[in-house]
């Protein structure tokens, strides 16, 4: 089962920051967290992910709160083609875990 | 270059038959995966392997086999389709077991009518 809570759907801006929060209050000290996109009819994509510190790259940031419990992944210029659902996974970044998507965010960016 | 590929693209087959989806990853990755995606657009994992050796089967019915035959592929065999079993399928890979970073295919859609 997913350990991870997101909003159901959510909208954007075209040229404005996206947002979207994840709530995993119950995440252990050796879980990562996970963010991938599907775009609508293509496969998962994965975007970022991150431990304690907070992270960049070239297609979005993730801010991790200090106590681990919350996290939000920002697509800091949102574009049409951003419009997908995001999914954000917890899980051990060894040989233990393995990707368990939930729901997701429907993330629907307009002109 | 297209770093995993899955084939075929869209597979339509009559209950009872028996077919095969291929997968294939050219990115030098020791683990294999297939999920599933049903209508309701829920993705879930069906197989591991890593190395060739299967590490994770979830509650998936045995007329589905995975082969392995060398670490660069991982097909997926099914055998006695049902309706049920129509969704689409997708084929990824990581670094490591269950290390972070999958890179998946397009997927195959499969239908059985």
């Known amino acids: 089962d997913a350990k991870t809570t997101q909003p159901t759907s959510m909208d954007c801006a075209e040229g404005r920051a996206a947002n979207l929060p994840c709530n995993h209050s119950?995440?252990?000290?050796?879980?990562?967290v996970y963010w991938y996109r599907q775009i609508h009819s293509q496969g998962p994509q994965y975007i970022i992910h991150g431990l304690k510190n907070n992270e960049t790259n070239e297609m979005a940031s993730l801010i991790i709160t200090e106590d681990r419990k919350s996290s939000t992944l920002i697509l800091p210029h949102a574009t049409l083609r951003d419009t997908a659902v995001y999914y954000c996974?917890?899980?051990?970044?060894?040989?233990?875990?393995?990707?368990?998507f939930g729901k997701g965010t429907k993330l629907s960016v307009k002109p | 270059d297209t770093a995993v590929s899955q084939t075929p693209k869209y597979l339509v087959t009559q209950m009872g038959n028996d077919k095969s989806i291929k997968c294939e990853q050219n990115l030098g990755h020791d683990t294999m995966y297939w999920y599933k995606q049903d209508s309701k657009k829920f993705l879930k994992i069906m197989f591991s392997y890593n190395n060739k050796e299967l590490i994770i089967n979830e509650t998936v019915p045995n007329r589905f086999s995975p082969k392995s035959p060398d670490k660069a592929h991982l097909n997926l065999h099914i055998n006695s389709l049902e309706l049920g079993d129509s969704a689409v399928y997708f084929c990824?890979?990581?670094?490591?077991?269950?290390?972070?970073?999958?890179?998946f295919g397009s997927g195959t859609r499969l239908t059985v009518v």
């Open positions: 990824a890979s990581s670094r490591g077991q269950g290390a972070g970073g999958y890179t």
């Open positions: 996974i917890v899980t051990e970044g060894g040989s233990q875990g393995n990707l368990i």
């Open positions: 119950t995440i252990s000290g050796n879980e990562y």
